[in-house]
């Protein structure tokens, strides 16, 4: 779906929107990548085949070896993108349909496979002709130029996007540029007749801040329970706690960017997902394809200082979320028993940075309270769809036939949670650690009720995606945090 937008090409460098020029016998050729769409097909083509088979980088590897045409023939049929749901320039696109009305030719040209151009022009039925790589030959640079001009002669306008672009703006009657740069700007008005821009540049800083997810370290307050729980607050084991926490932060944002690289088809398809940074195109997929092994090594380095156990769980963190992004995210239940331990995982980081013990009681609850919280993402992923009219979650392996069933899972677990708190409250255990252990009944009351309250608002459909974001943002349950805390506390010192 495209935005109906008026054209907006200025003249040398100028943003007003000018008269467009006369079409008459002059044929405008658009590109594709960064230009008609905010993406890059050879990076969506890579990303879309290892989400089908995590071996895929192999085969690409001999394949560029052949040469890059080669190996964007190689991803074109490795991966399936859905060209319908791609990020589209509408500007651009409104301004080819306006050439094509005054009865101007359109053709796409670009250094994308021959087959994703074909799909792509078959989408939006606005061009003429569809010229793209074909296995042997990379349509780009001085060999899109060529092409060009043995085509079309000098009698054409270029929209492009890139220095690659030059070689073609040189030869071309008028050159478009496409959310160019200054320098870009410049570079293309010294080599054309004519030139128009559209758009500006787009931060990197910011939709890069927004796919490491920092809101989604609060989840990384977990490292703190060992030491919290077993009463062990010193600056030594503080210390300890705050690098984990850097070192699980980091590591966290690098899955969080190859997870959005591998989910992109199943994030345009969601209602709020699609606007996220690499779904719609706000962030190159080039940026996330380095992003996530260098915030992967700079956690490791931070838990290096932490021993060989901290970075055994890490690993291990590291290997199961990644195993989640390729495959378990689509097996019903394991699903939610993989993120459950994750969670888990983070209070057993806690204790292996910290040398401190973990309880069996502290374990067994964790797991079944986040088992819970698992079900309940879940769960508002169905709703979402039982609402949109879809019938399957997208990229997950349940239907909204199976809702019922995951709500009573959220519930049923988290009662079981409650119950192993409890227990806990009235076992020998207890008294060793607290001076008033009768008081953290009141935590069992509250638990209680905030996890039935978040399956019933879940089943209301106002449920944010991540039911951990949605308890940081809720005004209620930082209130409900806020009187656990003061339990704990009057337990530990009346």
Request: charged share 20%; glycine share 8%.
């Amino acid at each position: 779906m495209h935005r109906d937008l008026a054209a907006a090409a200025a003249p040398r460098g100028d943003d007003a929107a000018p008269a467009l020029p006369d079409a008459d016998g002059i044929t405008l050729v658009c590109d594709l990548d960064c230009t008609l769409i905010r993406t890059d097909m050879l990076y969506e083509t890579f990303w879309a085949a290892v989400s089908a088979n995590w071996s895929a980088p192999l085969p690409a590897l001999r394949a560029l070896m052949r040469g890059r045409a080669a190996l964007k023939a190689h991803l074109a049929g490795a991966g399936e993108v859905a060209v319908a749901d791609l990020p589209y320039e509408d500007e651009v696109i409104d301004r080819v349909r306006d050439w094509r009305a005054r009865g101007g030719r359109t053709a796409l040209v670009t250094g994308a496979d021959q087959s994703i151009a074909e799909r792509v022009a078959a989408h939006l039925g606005i061009f003429d002709e569809v010229h793209g790589s074909d296995g042997s030959r990379n349509l780009k640079g001085p060999a899109k130029a060529a092409f060009l001009e043995q085509r079309f002669g000098r009698r054409f306008a270029y929209i492009g996007d890139s220095r690659a672009d030059l070689a073609v703006w040189e030869i071309a009657a008028e050159a478009i540029t496409v959310n160019a740069s200054g320098d870009l700007r410049r570079a293309a008005e010294a080599r054309a007749p004519q030139t128009a821009h559209m758009g500006q540049p787009g931060p990197i800083l910011k939709p890069a801040l927004k796919a490491m997810r920092p809101h989604q370290w609060a989840k990384n307050v977990l490292i703190f329970l060992p030491v919290l729980a077993g009463h062990a607050l010193s600056l030594a084991t503080l210390t300890q706690a705050v690098l984990a926490f850097a070192a699980f932060s980091l590591v966290a944002s690098s899955v969080y960017v190859l997870n959005d690289l591998l989910d992109l088809a199943a994030d345009r398809a969601h209602p709020r997902k699609r606007f996220r940074p690499f779904a719609s195109g706000a962030l190159p997929l080039r940026h996330g394809t380095w992003m996530a092994p260098a915030l992967l090594l700079a956690g490791v380095a931070i838990a290096a200082l932490l021993g060989p156990a901290f970075l055994a769980v890490m690993a291990g963190y590291y290997l199961t979320t990644t195993a989640y992004s390729l495959w378990l995210k689509r097996q019903p239940v394991i699903d939610i028993c993989t993120l459950a331990v994750l969670y888990a995982v983070r209070i057993a980081a806690g204790g292996a940075a910290t040398g401190i013990e973990l309880s069996v009681w502290l374990l067994a609850f964790s797991i079944f309270f986040f088992f819970s919280l698992a079900a309940v993402k879940r769960q508002a992923e169905l709703v979402d769809g039982l609402a949109s009219g879809r019938d399957k979650a997208a990229g997950r392996g349940y239907g909204v036939d199976d809702l019922p069933l995951v709500a009573m899972m959220a519930t049923a677990s988290g009662y079981v949670s409650v119950m192993v708190m409890a227990l806990y409250v009235n076992s020998p255990a207890v008294t060793a650690l607290y001076t008033a252990p009768e008081m953290l009944w009141g935590i069992c009351g509250v638990l209680l009720y905030w996890l039935s309250r978040m399956v019933f608002i879940t089943h209301r459909g106002q449920m944010h995606d991540d039911p951990v974001v949605f308890a940081a943002r809720d005004r209620v349950s930082r209130v409900l945090f806020v009187v656990i805390l003061g339990f704990f506390t009057a337990g530990s010192l009346l």
